[in-house]
Structure formats: structure tokens, C-alpha cells
């Protein structure tokens, strides 16, 4: 079977995003110690690189990734690192859970397809019954949450940001699904203050995983 493999951010409060909805805003109060520094980058191209199958979700969230980062391919000014994660991105199978993208939305995305919101745990399901690599979930908040509740994440890679929310943020967590936590990995990033905790997960749910 496929691991399905989340990774994503919180920051010191507990929040994956500001009262803004947005990520720009968070990085208002970043440390100038860790500007410019571009391991999380580093980190995300490493764990998209060893995956096969990308999950995303919602349209205009979903559409405007995949937008923005076959932009990145061709500016001369981003990165190395970013350029490289834009051209796996391009090439690596996507799903995107949503029930309002067209076939017509997916024409610039040739390695891209669609699944209702409904079948998203039957898709998921499917694909873990297979066999290669892992399947990912970036960002994506509700859509791999509504996984951990069922019992078919597998690993939780999680990185602490040295940053706070504040009021009206988005907390990571909203409810408690019956999934167990064990530490398997910690790095430090001394470059950013970012800490990763890699979790094995572990779901007490009836049935879970199969």
C-alpha cells in the first residue's frame, strides 16, 4: 500500500493562517535573522520529489497553485530551488478534490484531474490500495483532516514557523479525531528558527485504513 503523507505549517499559536485568509501577512514580523533563507523550500521539493500522487483541494485554491507555479518555471527570478519544485509540480499526478472544476479548467494541467468532494475518501482509498510511492497532501487543511478522521493519513510532517497568527487566525486543529501521534523525526532549521516534527499516525477509528 501507498502512504499518505501530510505536510504542512503552524505557527508558535497554533494557526495555519491570519485573519487575512492569506500567508503573506504572517511573515509581517519574521525575524530579519531569517530573511532570505530558503530551506523550507528545500524541505518541500524533497518531500514532493519522493511522491507520486499530489492532492489538492478546492477550485479557485487548487487552480491558482497550479497557476502560479507554472509561472515560477520560467522567471528568471526565483529561485533554484523554486524552479525545480515548479517543474515537479508540472509533472507530478494531481488530484484536486472539488466539485466545480471543469475539464476545461484542466487543459493547461495535462497530469491533472478532478474528484468530487464526495468520492474524496474513495479516491484516497484507491490510490493507497496501489502500490509505488507516497501519496501527498500540502496545505490543503480540511481535505487531509477529513483524512487523519478516517484513519488513512499516514505520517504528519509537521513545521513550526517562529511567527504568530494573532486574533481571527485559522487554528490548525478545530476538532479531536481518534488518531495517536508518535514522534519519529525532529530537525531544526538555524537558518529560519522553523522547527519539523515528522509524526507516525496511528487512528483508533473503526476500519481505519482499509
Known sequence: ????????????????????????PLFEYRHPDYDGDDQFDHHNLE???????????????????LRYWQGVQGDPQ?????????????????????DHVTPGDLTPFPNARAAKVADAEATVRTLKA????????????????????????????????????????????TGRPPVQFRLIRSQTYPGSGNVLNVYDVSSLAPGAGS
Do not use: K
Open 130 to 173: 496501489g502500490e509505488g510511492p507516497p501519496i501527498l497532501i500540502i496545505l490543503s487543511r480540511l481535505l487531509w483532516q477529513g483524512m487523519l478522521a478516517r484513519g488513512l493519513v499516514d505520517e504528519l510532517h509537521l513545521t513550526t514557523f517562529p511567527l504568530l497568527a494573532g486574533p481571527g487566525g485559522t487554528p490548525l486543529f
Open 47 to 65: 518531500v514532493l520529489e519522493a511522491a507520486g500522487t499530489l492532492l489538492l483541494a478546492g477550485h479557485e485554491s487548487a487552480l491558482n497553485n
Open 78 to 98: 526565483a529561485t533554484p530551488v523554486r524552479r525545480a519544485f515548479a517543474r515537479r509540480i508540472a509533472q507530478i499526478e494531481t488530484v484536486i478534490v472539488s
Open 1 to 24: 500500500m501507498r502512504p499518505l503523507i501530510v505536510s504542512n505549517f503552524v505557527t508558535l499559536d497554533g494557526c495555519y493562517e491570519d485573519a487575512s485568509r492569506t500567508l503573506v
